[in-house]
């Protein structure tokens, strides 16, 4: 089955630094990598995905980057702000399979203001 | 974009007993599961809950255990049964069209 490798567990950034956090997969037949956030006493929510047909994918001051070869995906979110405080997991799944994702160990994101 | 209520949103239950968390969707969803997610953890998949028929369960969990109903296509039950303190853990629903999206939580204590 799939696993899916989160790094770095813990992220502590300035206010206004980026911070990249890193995921790798093994089943190459994944094609779906979501990233959510998840707040302080709140359900993980998803804030942006990437199909495997995309090499790279922005929102705003989030951008999500895949390299299929490598089987590697990372997430970037620039000029941090202390809203952007939480924990953040990866996910692989195969669209049109089962769905069912797997999850990365999860990173929490400190920024200071 | 699916919006998901779970209940009740915390409990402090005794060991031995047991507890029902209720899931609501606004949207009529095929696919609905249950998630465990214990203190500083992932998300553990603990069933697929199919309307209709029985739930299908992840390696470690059984239906004993952690029965789960789904009468219709908005709505689904779990319920943790005889707990331990182990079972302390935060329990989300989640429903998939094609991106997934998860409910608040409920956050169990077992003392």
């Known amino acids: 089955g799939e696993n899916v490798e989160q790094h770095p567990s813990t992220l502590s950034v300035q206010e206004g630094d980026s911070a990249v956090i890193k995921c790798t997969y093994s089943?190459?037949?994944?094609?779906?990598f979501p990233w959510y956030k998840q707040e302080l006493g709140k359900g993980p929510q998803l804030i942006i995905d990437i199909r495997s047909n995309v090499g790279e994918k922005k929102d705003q001051r989030i951008a999500v980057t895949l390299n299929k070869t490598a089987k590697h995906f990372s997430l970037h979110i620039t000029e941090t702000q202390p809203e952007d405080s939480a924990v953040y997991f990866c996910a692989a799944s195969i669209i049109g399979g089962s769905y069912i994702p797997t999850f990365g160990r999860g990173t929490s994101l400190i920024v200071h203001p | 974009s699916a919006v998901i209520s779970q209940k009740p949103s915390r409990d402090i239950c005794q060991r031995g007993t047991s507890l029902t968390i209720q899931c609501q969707v606004d949207?009529?969803?095929?696919?609905m599961f249950w998630y465990r997610q214990q203190p500083g953890q992932s998300l553990t998949l603990i069933a697929t809950a199919n309307q209709g028929s029985e739930a299908t369960y992840e390696s470690g969990f059984v239906i004993d255990k952690f029965p789960i109903s789904r009468p219709n296509l908005t709505f689904s039950t779990l319920t943790v049964s005889n707990m331990s303190p182990e079972d302390s853990s935060i329990y989300l629903c989640?429903?998939?069209?094609?991106?997934?999206?998860f409910g608040p939580g409920t956050r169990l204590t077992v003392l």
């Open positions: 949207s009529q969803v095929t696919m």
């Open positions: 989640s429903v998939a069209h094609y991106e997934q999206f």
């Open positions: 089943d190459s037949a994944s094609n779906y």
